[in-house]
């Protein structure tokens, strides 16, 4: 095959310039923001109830704002858990395909610009979006936190909030390049945002389900089940297969970095915690460390996914 | 194989598209199968023949936006697979029923495609202004696309051309769908884009309406190119004489009466009584006496500019009896 001329990054800019705008200016995005707004300030608020009771006990007080659940509504984290998915899905559900419905693909590609810049460009505009909306939800429980609680935050705990919000736009970039990738594959929007709504309920809902059932159907006859527990290789397999699902790796993620108190994310024996002062926070360092496959496994899902989505791309013919 | 291709002599610097045995295979199927073309600069040539017969997968290959299965290709100097951003720098294409984004205005529609193309900014807003006041949109300029009628979103392809500067303009199909009206001024445009020495190629399946702008067309077949040169080429060709006549008459058999005027080929009845004279020479006034002298009653008497369209159908009738326009075998989305 020969080699072809000219910079893959030709016309980026333009790209990533008007769907970023698209996505801001858009009633889409308008939507999602409103839905994300309402339940993550209604999650924060209802926390800050139980927190102001417990004001004076807490050392990671700012943290709890992410982390505490009061029902019927789960945490701030848990909604973002949920919500991010959504947004991801529908940024980016009729990227590709829309543009061969609105018939403007073959124009935009007549254009001295190659196939990578359009898919990256709109892949960056998605979770710039992301980031932008999820930014300002940060800042905007930050500043709930400040007004209710009367505390100032730590320089840990803007560290740690900070993190959180790398880890959930890894997350977002995720379920951003799912979409992309069914934008692909499906030349009908609907069918597209349908395969999306539908891995995301796999993921968040079945997935841990499944895992459990698969890994008591493998271990099934083992000796670990006459003794009424489960070996640990058991455990083992079960959180790897967990953790093919992004929605366990976030949570995890969360886990460890908003509860400094987090010591391991697997099994943990007894004699491991030896001399250990339990509920004693880990510092930051250590908090990052642990939760450092988790991030990095999310980036590598995105690449990984973009990565097919590009090849896929690559090889479909410009006329419908 | 019956090809007839009528070449004109051009000096070989002035040949801005050259293909040479070019194919493109689905699969099995061959969507163009070993074309010649050659296309001089400055003139308005057309690819013609019915849906499926492999215009625009050529179309698509020119611009690079599909890959070649074989043979060589270059377009204005570059090769479209390897340098496709050459090409498309060059070229301005307006696809089969253009589409634009409908929550954007016409102006911002073309100042998308501008950045894309690379178009330095202080030049921008001018050359927009210039192309929409040339097709004749400058009034829609700040109204959202989502309202045009599909004649205006073909000119605001061709102003995005316009806009382009660009030195070859490739047009698929620029005049289906539009009303007699809007085609008669579209093609006009093209023709203006001629005068501004621009090399146009368009396809269309619509073989009269086209023929009369077209410098030199190129007849497609089931991926093959049948015919190409001139139209008077083309009709010497095929039909072997450059004259045709149409008449209705009463009460008399024209074949028989006007058998033996000198130059007169041939005598074709399209029935109803109505016959077509074809001659290598001006027979008007040998016909029309004959006619008038063996009693018949002459109800109509017309010289034909010759037309593709019938063309086309003799061409195929005596070839194979198929392959006749609007037969699309394969859709041609």
Redesign the interface.
């Known amino acids: 095959m020969?080699?072809?001329?000219?910079s893959p990054w030709?016309?980026l800019?333009?790209?990533f310039?008007?769907e970023f705008a698209?996505h801001l200016g858009g009633a889409r995005m308008m939507i999602l923001e409103w839905l994300m707004l309402l339940t993550g300030v209604g999650a924060v608020y209802t926390a800050i109830q139980d927190l102001r009771q417990t004001t004076s006990e807490d050392p990671f007080l700012f943290l709890r704002l992410f982390t505490q659940g009061h029902d019927p509504l789960p945490s701030f984290t848990g909604i973002l858990g949920f919500l991010i998915p959504l947004i991801a899905i529908g940024l980016a559900f009729d990227s590709i395909n829309g543009e061969f419905n609105?018939?403007?693909m073959?124009?935009?590609?007549?254009?001295?610009?190659?196939r990578d810049a359009l898919l990256l460009g709109k892949f960056l505009a998605g979770l710039s979006t992301l980031a932008v909306a999820l930014l300002a939800l940060w800042l905007l429980v930050m500043g709930l936190g400040l007004v209710t609680l009367g505390v100032p935050p730590t320089g840990e705990e803007v560290l740690r909030g900070i993190a959180f919000l790398i880890v959930a736009i890894a997350y977002g970039g995720v379920w951003l390049a799912a979409a992309l990738l069914f934008s692909v594959v499906f030349r009908s929007p609907a069918t597209s945002a349908l395969s999306g709504l539908g891995l995301w309920l796999l993921m968040s809902v079945l997935w841990p389900l499944l895992t459990r059932f698969l890994t008591q159907a493998l271990f099934a006859s083992q000796s670990a089940a006459l003794m009424g527990g489960q070996s640990l290789q058991q455990i083992e397999v079960q959180q790897g297969l967990a953790r093919l699902s992004p929605d366990t790796l976030f949570g995890e993620a969360m886990l460890g970095i908003l509860h400094p108190a987090t010591r391991a994310l697997g099994p943990v024996f007894l004699d491991q915690l030896q001399n250990a002062i339990l509920g004693a926070p880990l510092p930051l360092t250590q908090s990052l460390l642990l939760i450092w496959p988790q991030l990095t496994g999310l980036v590598a899902g995105a690449i990984l996914l973009f990565v097919v989505t590009y090849v896929i791309f690559q090889r479909q013919?410009?006329?419908? | 194989m019956n090809e007839a291709i009528v070449e004109a002599e051009a000096p070989m610097n002035d040949i801005v598209i050259e293909a040479k045995r070019l194919k493109k295979r689905y699969g099995e199927f061959a969507a163009v199968d070993g074309i010649d073309l050659s296309i001089r600069r400055g003139e308005i040539f057309g690819l013609l023949g019915p849906n499926g017969a492999g215009k625009?997968?050529t179309i698509?290959m020119l611009?690079g936006?599909?890959e070649v299965t074989a043979g060589r290709l270059t377009v204005n100097g570059f090769?479209p697979?390897?340098?496709?951003?050459?090409v498309?720098?060059h070229?301005?294409?307006l696809?089969d029923?253009?589409?634009?984004?409908?929550?954007l205005t016409a102006e911002q529609n073309l100042r998308?495609?501008a950045?894309?193309?690379?178009i330095p900014r202080d030049e921008i807003d001018e050359r927009i202004g210039e192309a929409l006041a040339q097709v004749g949109l400058e009034s829609v300029a700040r109204k959202k696309t989502g309202a045009f009628s599909h004649g205006m979103r073909q000119r605001l392809?061709l102003a995005?051309v316009l806009m382009k500067k660009a030195e070859i303009a490739i047009l698929d199909e620029p005049t289906s769908g539009l009303d007699p009206q809007a085609t008669f001024e579209f093609l006009e445009l093209i023709r203006g884009l001629k005068a501004q020495g621009l090399t146009v190629l368009l396809s269309s399946h619509l073989l009269d309406r086209v023929q009369a702008v077209c410098d030199r067309v190129a007849l497609f077949n089931r991926g093959k190119i049948a015919l190409q040169g001139t139209v008077m080429e083309l009709s010497a060709a095929v039909l072997g004489a450059g004259f045709n006549l149409a008449i209705t008459v009463r009460n008399a058999d024209p074949a028989r009466l006007l058998n033996g005027i000198p130059g007169l080929t041939r005598v074709i009845d399209d029935g109803d009584g109505e016959y077509r004279v074809v001659a290598d020479r001006d027979v008007r006034a040998a016909v029309a006496r004959s006619l008038i002298a063996g009693g018949a009653t002459l109800l109509k008497f017309d010289a034909l500019e010759p037309s593709l369209d019938s063309l086309y159908r003799d061409f195929f009738e005596r070839q194979e009896g198929g392959g006749r326009i609007g037969e699309g075998t394969h859709g041609e989305?």
């Open positions: 020969a080699k072809r001329r000219g030709t016309g800019g333009a790209i310039l008007k698209d609105r018939r403007t073959s124009r935009v590609l007549a254009q001295p610009i190659y013919e410009v006329r419908a | 625009t997968t698509l611009m936006l599909t090769d697979v390897r340098e496709p951003l050459e498309k720098r070229v301005g294409y696809p029923s253009v589409g634009f984004y409908d929550y998308y495609t950045r894309l193309a690379g392809g995005e989305a």
